[in-house]
């Protein structure tokens, strides 16, 4: 239209711009949400099972004077799984209380065996694409210290995840947290029931000797267990390529 002045003046449809304002939003709704979908889409969750050895009738390692092994191992679990959730992994606990699991188990054999085998059924199916089996060291010599990190013999997988994980141990918790430059994490394989029966890429950490005065000390600590926590998830983090 041309007004009396020779100038145009274009009349737009109130509808017609309704629509096409909610074209523009709807579109940046879709485009957000094909964008994060990967993220959230059950086929694409990454499972990472942490499994806190011993719990309930079952103290392992320790004295009930001092501490117990069951106490430090679900301490760092849970530590262990608040990282991997800010990672956005999905995280299964084999327990998140003090509780031994062998009501789980349907076969005929000791408690201890089937403690085992309801923990193994748990990692087994979940299928994760790693697991932690976290534990507590002890020695009748009270120099030894250090982490100690297992692999099933001949598991390729399981050696990377472990490699991985004392990297991260050597350089976060020893090196920066507690400047230890001359300790070192070790790499050992061993025939573990819980490393031998499943199916996935696993490793069972013996995060220090409870019977060493000064990682007795340590595993008393909030800060050490929080380190530690960390420097695994770090390890885990570099073996699923993140």
Do not use: W
């Not at 394989?189 to 199916?199: D, F, G, P």
């Amino acid at each position: 239209m041309k007004n009396r002045d020779g100038v145009y003046i274009i009349r737009f449809n109130k509808k017609v711009l309704l629509t096409i304002f909610l074209l523009i939003i709807l579109f940046i709704v879709l485009k957000g949400k094909f964008r994060t979908s990967k993220i959230f889409n059950p086929e694409n969750q990454v499972n990472i099972v942490i499994d806190p050895g011993h719990g309930g009738i079952d103290g392992g390692t320790g004295d009930v004077r001092d501490i117990l092994e069951k106490d430090i191992n679900l301490e760092v679990g849970l530590k262990l799984k608040k990282e991997l959730l800010v990672e956005n992994y999905n995280v299964i606990m084999t327990r998140e209380k003090d509780e031994s699991l062998e009501e789980l188990s349907n076969i005929k054999t000791s408690r201890y065996r089937k403690d085992l085998d309801a923990r193994k059924t748990i990692i087994n199916e979940n299928q994760p694409l790693a697991y932690v089996s976290i534990h507590v060291n002890a020695s009748t010599k009270t120099s030894a210290r250090g982490v100690k990190i297992y692999h099933f013999p001949g598991s390729v997988e399981g050696q990377r995840l472990a490699e991985n994980i004392k990297e991260s141990i050597d350089e976060h918790l020893y090196k920066k947290y507690l400047k230890e430059d001359n300790l070192k994490s070790e790499v050992l394989t061993e025939n573990y029931y819980i490393l031998r029966e499943t199916k996935y890429p696993g490793v069972l950490i013996e995060i220090g000797f409870i019977t060493n005065p000064e990682e007795n000390k340590l595993m008393k600590s909030k800060k050490y267990k929080e380190k530690i926590a960390y420097a695994i998830k770090k390890g885990i983090v570099e073996f699923l390529g993140k």
